[in-house]
Nanobody, 124 residues
Framework: QVQLVESGGGLVQAGGSLRVSCAAS????????MGWFRQAPGKARDFVAAITWSSGSTYYTDSVKGRFTISRDNAKNTVYLQMNSLKPEDTAVYYCAARFRSTYSAISSQYDYWGQGTQVTVSS
């Protein structure tokens, strides 16, 4: 069992930066591939980025490549999403998710645990 708690969301102007964090508790954090997803009002929950449990390889959806960076600190049981050059279309609730000892996936149903989400709003 893993508990995930996101933090760091907020309101930022277009072009600005924000870092969201996800703190994990429970089973060994290092055994989990971690993902970030986002959900805008009236839309599906979409994959944003992931970092694998074994090699720390990272993956991004095309719309955030070059702007967002996912990282993890296994000593702190935390995964981060650094978001730069934010756009109004990045506005959404951001969720972190954990997948036990598996490669990355962009499919939300393949993640085992989820946080409650943190709101990110980008004003134009």
């Amino acid at each position: 069992q893993v508990q995930l708690v996101e933090s760091g969301g907020g309101l930022v102007q277009a072009g600005g930066s924000l870092r969201v964090s996800c703190a994990a508790s429970g089973r060994a954090f290092s055994d989990y591939t971690m993902g970030w997803f986002r959900q805008a009002p009236g839309k599906a929950r979409d994959f944003v980025a992931a970092i694998t449990w074994s090699s720390g390889s990272t993956y991004y959806t095309d719309s955030v490549k070059g702007r967002f960076t996912i990282s993890r600190d296994n000593a702190k049981n935390t995964v981060y999403l650094q978001m730069n050059s934010l756009k109004p279309e990045d506005t959404a609730v951001y969720y972190c998710a954990a997948r036990f000892r598996s490669t990355y996936s962009a499919i939300s149903s393949q993640y085992d645990y989820w946080g409650q989400g943190t709101q990110v709003t980008v004003s134009s």
